[in-house]
């Protein structure tokens, strides 16, 4: 493929954008993988450990020398650093990724800047704690890559984004945008909520009863795990996908009440239909 003679840019060197960095350049299926972050600390750690092949002197720098960019930056900054690189770019790229978490009202936003060249894909891996010190080049190992297309997406930009989440060790499949947030703010986005809430329940029972942390298993490790990652990733995922998520947190706050208000026979079987449908998500996503 002619873009193996590329060379990639990463604008964002944390947990995704570190991991994705770290494992193209291992990878060797690039000419170059260069990389720059806002935080000189970051940028200075990733050249110190030899994240890429080398960390550009500037934004501009990165704007110029980069084939294929990738933008591995918080949601809220994604319109910002986009206009910023467009102003000292000359030419398109071959393709702009951008790997945040909603796609429908972003990919709007982006591709009006970008226009056939912008891509959006999703590595549906992760941990519940970010930041460079987290990254890992085996990440998206046996993950999901989800590849979110415009209608005036490139074929090429297309390819392109399918061979990174091929060569990151994922499966990619193709979706729409909208049906892309939709899924997403059911299975990990109002997990985030859920994790949250339960996690100030409990701190709020601590209060009364002192012994509580003393009593924590791994159910409730398990089920706020995601509730300890960054608070501005929950505040971005509510400022672009609250429409999907305020009409399954009605949904989730319905069967709730149903719980609430039945007898145990009632709970046991509500409780086996939770057991069973999860039994048979799980399984279906291992295929």
Not at 113 to 141: C, Q, T
């Amino acid at each position: 493929m002619h873009f193996r003679h590329c060379t990639v840019g990463f604008i964002g060197l944390g947990l995704i954008g570190g991991s994705m960095a770290s494992c193209l350049k291992g990878k060797q299926v690039f000419k170059s993988v260069i990389g720059w972050d806002m935080d000189p600390l970051v940028r200075e750690r990733a050249a110190d450990e030899m994240m890429v092949h080398r960390i550009a002197g500037s934004l501009g720098d990165l704007a110029s020398e980069s084939d294929i960019l990738i933008l591995a930056v918080p949601l809220r900054e994604m319109e910002k650093v986009s206009l910023t690189v467009r102003s000292l770019r000359k030419g398109n790229f071959q393709a702009v990724l951008d790997v945040g978490s909603t796609k429908e009202e972003i990919g709007v936003v982006l591709g009006d800047i970008w226009k056939e060249s912008y891509v959006g894909v999703h590595p549906v891996a992760g941990k519940e704690k970010g930041g460079i010190e987290n990254r890992d080049p085996d990440l998206f190992m046996g993950s999901c890559f989800a590849v979110v297309p415009r209608e005036g997406t490139s074929r090429e930009a297309r390819e392109i984004a399918h061979f990174i989440g091929r060569n990151l060790g994922a499966r990619t499949l193709t979706i729409d945008p909208s049906e892309h947030d939709r899924i997403m703010a059911c299975v990990s986005h109002l997990p985030i909520f859920i994790s949250s809430a339960l996690s100030i329940l409990a701190k709020e029972e601590e209060a009364s009863h002192p012994l509580l942390s003393s009593l924590i298993g791994n159910g409730f490790r398990d089920t706020t795990r995601v509730a300890s990652g960054p608070a501005w990733l929950a505040a971005d995922i509510w400022g672009s996908n609250s429409r999907n998520m305020s009409d399954l947190l009605d949904r989730f706050m319905d069967i709730l009440g149903r719980l609430g208000a039945s007898s145990p026979s009632e709970v046991e079987f509500l409780a086996e239909s939770g057991r069973r449908g999860r039994n048979i998500i799980i399984s279906s996503s291992e295929r």
